[in-house]
């Protein structure tokens, strides 16, 4: 199933916004956790992505 525009656009904004939480926080476990984020809803876009092009 494919995701809507509004599905996307909050998937990115929250990698936006995790982003940014990375300069502020310094634990090294958020960091991490964050990063871990990051990467996990990237994949989920770039799928979604290649997924509409094909």
Do not use: G, P
């Not at 199933?1 to 939480?21: G, H, I, N």
């Not at 956790?33 to 990051?38: A, E, K, M, R, W």
């Amino acid at each position: 199933m494919a995701m809507t525009a509004e599905q996307r656009e909050r998937l990115q904004a929250q990698v936006d916004a995790l982003k940014k939480r990375l300069e502020i926080d310094s634990n090294d476990l958020d960091y991490e956790t964050h990063l871990h984020t990051i990467r996990t809803l990237q994949r989920i876009l770039d799928k979604e992505i290649q997924r509409s092009n094909d």
